[in-house]
């Protein structure tokens, strides 16, 4: 590949003569040329700017200057292009050429850019200073013998289009082959990982200043190893790319990155929206007992009547049942996932009960083998437009962090109906385990319930 630089700066340039840029020229893959734009003055001052028209602060670069300098560039004969041969059939092909002007309105360069430019057989950079370039030269070179890229580096105002060419020099000259010694380094992008930042890497020594590698690093578990490394991708990019977030292909995020990017605030399914997770204030009680009322049915067991759920939702999900609760957070914590729009819609819940001999239901007590004293996790439930989303895994975890926060107990259990599968995959999943079972009634009729716990401190997401 060619390179062509116009400036009135050639000393800028001295940098592609170092390291990769510089080895791939002394190899040949590479050719840059790096050009005077005052060669192409016709003045005794080699004048290259002059005021604007219809005024303005500053100087502007004046087009006929550039136009003698960048017609010569363009059209300076360029060796064949490596292992192609001409086309036999059909118009004579020339070499494509582009034009590549930095500026702070350009289009923000980006790796696809990048990757497209690979593939000229010339790029000409034409750097401006002052105020920039008269408009007229891109707009001249625009035709068909000619690509024009007009290209920013992104929101900020540079002095002049140098530092600008010398990103696109590094980004592109990278990918044209054989630069780079190891083609694996030059990014590990599959599909998957495709619009994520990259996760953080670590080195010798173990221990730095205090602070260690993170122990999963250190252990050959491959497949544990890759996950770590996706939740710490997904947790970066929720925080610092919401951008890159909004774009991300849904269909290939699993049910545990929409756990960690729920957890982190984002909420990609069924559709984007952020979401707050926190703890529900007093003046809540309604809007959670309309919430309790609409998802309980959900998880009922099949056999139940209509009249046993309402009932039970009578007895403990109503509004006057959850202010008592929500006026005692020593005992009784309330969790909440509201939508951050304009809804301000609240679309799961948890409820977890923490202290004294009766927090946990009798019958799990004598049923199962938990400790006293176990935080009992008494409801986890998320609105069925929302089910498949990611939120309840990211409640579910923070109920555990909030009763580990407490410091009050050392295990979490809960009763899952024997016959819901997917909650129990859900719940072994956030590192739950059976400890027996417990029957009650509901009714006339006899439920059976698995018994899980968690001990809070193994098990950190
Ligand atoms: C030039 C300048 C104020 C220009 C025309 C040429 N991302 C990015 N930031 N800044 C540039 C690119 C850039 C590129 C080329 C340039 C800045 N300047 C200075 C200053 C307004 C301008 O508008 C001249």
């Keep these: 590949m060619r390179i062509d630089v116009v400036t009135i700066f050639p000393s800028y340039f001295a940098a592609l003569d170092l390291s990769l840029m510089g080895r791939a020229q002394a190899q040949g893959l590479l050719s840059v040329g790096v050009h005077d734009l005052r060669e192409w003055t016709d003045d005794r001052h080699r004048t290259v700017d002059d005021t604007p028209y219809g005024g303005g602060a500053g100087m502007v670069m004046r087009p006929d200057v550039w ?28 070499p494509r050429r582009v034009l590549a002007l930095p500026t702070p309105s350009g289009t923000p360069l980006t790796q696809r850019m990048a990757e497209d430019l690979a ?9 401006g200073r002052y105020e920039g370039i008269d408009q007229r030269v891109a707009d001249h070179y625009r035709s068909e013998e000619h690509e024009v890229v007009e290209f920013s580096l992104g929101d900020y105002v540079l002095n002049g289009g140098e530092v600008a060419a010398l990103v ?10 054989g630069v780079v010694g190891n083609p694996e380094s030059l990014v590990e992008e599959s599909y998957s990982t495709e619009g994520l930042l990259e996760y953080p890497a670590y080195t010798k020594p173990r221990s730095w200043r205090g602070m260690e590698v993170p122990e999963i690093l250190l252990g050959g578990n491959h497949a544990a190893i890759a996950r770590w490394r996706r939740d710490r991708s997904l947790v970066r990019t929720a925080h610092r790319r919401p951008d890159l977030v909004a774009r991300l292909h849904t269909s290939h995020l699993d ?22 997770i926190r703890q529900a204030r007093e003046g809540e009680a309604r809007a959670v007992s309309e919430l309790a009322r609409a998802t309980f049915p959900l998880a009922c067991p099949a056999f139940l009547t209509e009249a046993d759920i309402e009932a039970f939702a009578e007895d403990h999900l109503s509004e006057s049942e959850f202010a008592r ?74 109920a555990v962090a909030d009763v580990a926060a407490r410091g009050r107990n050392s ?5 899952t109906n024997i016959a819901n599968k997917r909650a129990r995959n859900f719940y072994r999943r956030h590192g739950f385990s059976l400890a027996g079972r417990r029957t009650f009634m509901v009714g006339e009729v006899a439920n059976i319930d698995d018994v899980l716990v968690r001990n809070i401190t193994v098990h950190q997401p």
């Design 255 to 276: 049910i545990q990155d929409r756990e960690v990017l729920a957890s982190a605030g984002r909420v990609v399914r069924p559709r984007r929206a952020e979401v707050l």
């Design 119 to 127: 593939g000229a057989d010339q790029i000409v950079l034409a750097c």
């Design 411 to 415: 295990q979490v259990a809960l009763g």
């Design 67 to 94: 136009g003698r300098a960048l017609d010569e560039v363009l059209t300076a004969p360029l060796p064949p292009r490596e292992g192609t041969e001409p086309p036999s059939s059909g118009p004579p092909q020339g």
């Design 168 to 177: 696109l020099i590094e980004a592109v000259g990278r990918l044209v082959e």
């Design 325 to 398: 609760m929500l006026a005692d957070p020593d005992d009784h914590r309330v969790l909440v996932a509201q939508l951050k729009d304009g809804s301000q819609e609240l679309i799961g819940y948890t409820l977890t009960i923490l202290g004294g001999p009766d927090a946990m239901p009798a019958e799990m007590v004598r049923r199962g083998r938990l400790e006293l004293g176990a935080a009992y996790l008494s409801k986890c439930y998320v609105s069925s437009d929302w089910h498949g989303s990611g939120v309840a895994g990211a409640l579910l975890e923070r």
